[in-house]
């Protein structure tokens, strides 16, 4: 049993909940109860749980509710959740362990076999600063990351923000997208190397589409980034714990969970917000 400190908004299948854009899932339906990236204590804890009652864990989602369905069912004041899902996480994170789901689909979507570190980045949110700072971590040269909102445009550690029309270059091996937007892949293609591959990491409710014959000449190569798995968070936490990887500045706005309904309004509406999280320790 778990009682949640804090939880974060995503802006992606959350703002497709939100709009009523989300495509059929399992396990979707109303009602149903959001989340997957909440920290929270342990208040109880089995023998064979691997945890102790105290220790602040990362929460990736919840399936407690009853008929109530949870898609992914973090974002509540406790839950009830199976040992192997509560991931330990050093106290010093604090509120910033809510950004680990975030580093694990960075992970993922950089370590596929066979793959290349990005050296461009589409989209400079809080999934694209992780993922150019976690190619850093992982040994890599700082990549371009490309953000066409200045108010987004700031804030880099170590690697320089373009705007994609200020970038004259056309021989990136690995393109990294995560802005979500389905017309930009002719325009990717046309900024590829000889051989080299998109890697879709966003999320996409409309339909992709290309025109063929500028990627049939380059060989390109698109690839689907999923979901992450344990791995990719087990990896993330220890990036994250040992100071190589920082997750410090990206989340930039907190509410208490009484003011939900506005938290939710400014995550998706307000562009300088890059992470909202609501606070669970501040019911009343």
């Known amino acids: 049993m778990v009682d949640i400190c804090w939880s974060g908004i995503s802006t992606g299948t959350e703002r497709l909940l939100w709009t009523g854009r989300m495509p059929s899932f399992p396990g979707m339906g109303y009602p149903l109860v959001p989340g997957y990236e909440s920290v929270g204590r342990i208040r109880e804890a089995g023998a064979n749980s691997g945890s102790k009652v105290g ?3 990362f929460v990736p989602g919840a399936r407690c509710f009853g008929d109530v369905r949870g898609l992914f069912g973090g974002s509540a004041q ?4 199976p040992g ?3 991931l330990v996480v050093d106290a010093a994170l604090g509120a910033d362990a809510t950004l680990l789901a975030l580093a694990a689909t960075a992970h993922h979507a950089l370590v596929a076999p066979h793959s290349r ?31 066409t909102n200045a108010d987004r445009a700031v804030g880099a550690l170590g690697y320089p923000v373009l705007a994609p029309e200020a970038d004259p270059r056309r021989d990136y091996k690995t393109i990294c997208d995560v802005s979500g937007d389905a017309r930009l892949l002719d325009t990717l293609i046309g900024r590829l190397a000889m051989g080299g ?4 990491a966003g999320f996409y409710s409309e339909r992709l589409e290309f025109a063929f014959p500028p990627a049939f000449m380059r060989e390109a190569r698109i690839r689907v980034a999923a979901q992450w798995q344990p791995q990719d968070l087990l ?6 714990e040992s100071g190589a990887l920082s997750l ?16 939710y309004r400014t995550a998706f509406g307000d562009s300088a917000c890059l992470k909202m999280i609501l606070d669970w320790s501040r019911k009343q």
């Open 55 to 57: 220790d602040l864990v």
């Open 78 to 81: 406790t839950v009830v959740i």
């Open 84 to 86: 192997a899902k509560a």
């Open 117 to 147: 570190l990005p050296d461009l980045i589409v989209g400079h949110g809080v999934l694209g600063r992780l993922l150019a700072r976690m190619t850093i971590a992982l040994g890599g040269a700082a990549p371009t990351v490309w953000e």
């Open 197 to 200: 591959e998109i890697v879709l």
């Open 235 to 240: 990896a993330s936490k220890q990036l994250a």
């Open 248 to 263: 410090a500045g990206l989340i930039t706005h907190r509410q208490p969970v009484r003011s939900a309904d506005s938290a």
